[in-house]
């Protein structure tokens, strides 16, 4: 763990402030400059910054913490639903015997019932073209 100092002492010990808290990504030492005022960091490693204020610069803002969109509800429900997909497609192609692969392993995604009839096959097929 790294230490941070919390006060600057300037002048020649007459003037504390607050230290900036942030931390290079290089060398990993601490800013030198001081904070602002009821900051925890100097004007240069966004001190002055407000935060979004309106509802669409709030919602700007959540979309772009999210990491390569992996952690949202809808990102994950997407990905599951296209699993699901793919999962049902290499079942078919083993119904039809289309292949000889093996089939793929892990976990499979939610709502996955293995196709193993051909009656199986064309429920599938049915539902996706009426509910698709």
């Known amino acids: 763990m790294l ?8 002048a020649g010990g007459k003037i504390s402030c607050p230290r900036c808290q942030a931390l290079s990504k290089r060398t990993k030492l601490q800013c030198g400059r001081p904070s602002l005022k009821g900051k925890q960091v100097c004007d240069f490693h966004g001190g002055k910054s407000t935060g979004p204020r309106t509802a669409e610069g709030k919602e700007r803002s959540r979309q772009a913490h999210i990491k390569s969109g992996l952690y949202t509800k809808e990102s994950r429900l997407r990905d599951s639903s296209a699993s699901l997909t793919l999962a049902q497609l290499e079942d078919m192609m083993h119904v039809l015997n289309m292949t000889t692969a093996q089939r793929t392993r892990g976990p499979k995604p939610l709502n996955y019932k293995r196709l193993t009839t051909l009656d199986d ?3 599938v097929i049915i539902s996706t073209v009426i509910l698709g």
């Open 3 to 10: 230490y941070t100092e919390k006060l600057l002492i300037t």
């Open 121 to 123: 096959v064309r429920d």
